[in-house]
Nanobody, 119 residues
Framework: QVQLVESGGGLVQTGGSLRLSCAAS????????MGWFRQAPGKEREFVAD????????SYADTVRGRFTISRDNARNTVYLYMNSLKPEDTAVYYC????????????WGQGTQVTVSS
């Protein structure tokens, strides 16, 4: 079992930046792929970014590539999402999630943190 707690959301103006954090506890954090997803009002949850165990592989949704950066600190059991050049369409609840391998489903989820970008 893995518990995930997101933090760092808030209200920011267009063009601003935020850093989201996801603190993990329970099973060994370094065994898991970690990902960020988001869900805007009235829309389905969508993939944002993920990172492998050793931080040697990352992937991003086309909508955030070049603006967002995912990273992890296995010593702190934490994954981060650095969000730059934020746009109103980035407004959503952001969720942290984990899975055991690249071709497995995400199985553990946090409660989410709200990000609101004002125009």
């Amino acid at each position: 079992q893995v518990q995930l707690v997101e933090s760092g959301g808030g209200l920011v103006q267009t063009g601003g930046s935020l850093r989201l954090s996801c603190a993990a506890s329970g099973r060994t954090f370094s065994f898991f792929y970690m990902g960020w997803f988001r869900q805007a009002p009235g829309k389905e949850r969508e993939f944002v970014a993920d990172i492998n165990w050793s931080s040697t592989s990352t992937s991003y949704a086309d909508t955030v590539r070049g603006r967002f950066t995912i990273s992890r600190d296995n010593a702190r059991n934490t994954v981060y999402l650095y969000m730059n050049s934020l746009k109103p369409e980035d407004t959503a609840v952001y969720y942290c999630s984990s899975k055991v391998g690249p071709n497995t489903p995400y199985i553990y989820w946090g409660q989410g943190t709200q990000v609101t970008v004002s125009s």
